[in-house]
Nanobody, 121 residues
Framework: QVQLVESGGGLVQAGGSLRLSCAAS????????MGWYRQAPGKQRELVAN???????NYADSVKGRFTISRDNAKNTVYLQMNSLKPEDTAVYYC???????????????WGQGTQVTVSS
């Protein structure tokens, strides 16, 4: 069974920084893309950033230049460094991994439980 465990959310003032971490564990054969999504109250979940196993990155326009995604393949961990935070960044942030389990050998989507990020003005 695979688990994604997030950490690093919290309350921060506008202009501040936070770093999110997400570690994947369990019977993992390989991990393709890892990323972060967010969902604000009353809104749909949206992609924030993702990164492939080779290090290629993709960002939402709203976070370009402020957020940086990185990954440690040896630790099956993805990070999101968030700088210059704005009140509109307030949301629950979810970790996502597209991975293959040892047992199933089928690639599938996995999600963390979510971590709250609140940016005060």
């Amino acid at each position: 069974q695979v688990q994604l465990v997030e950490s690093g959310g919290g309350l921060v003032q506008a202009g501040g920084s936070l770093r999110l971490s997400c570690a994947a564990s369990g019977s993992i054969f390989s991990i393709n893309t890892m990323g972060w999504y967010r969902q604000a109250p009353g809104k749909q979940r949206e992609l924030v950033a993702n990164i492939t196993s080779g290090g290629s990155t993709n960002y939402a326009d709203s976070v370009k230049g402020r957020f940086t995604i990185s990954r440690d393949n040896a630790k099956n961990t993805v990070y999101l460094q968030m700088n210059s935070l704005k009140p509109e960044d307030t949301a629950v942030y979810y970790c996502n991994a597209v991975l293959t389990e040892v047992v199933t050998t089928v690639e599938d989507d996995y999600w963390g439980q979510g971590t709250q990020v609140t940016v005060s003005s």
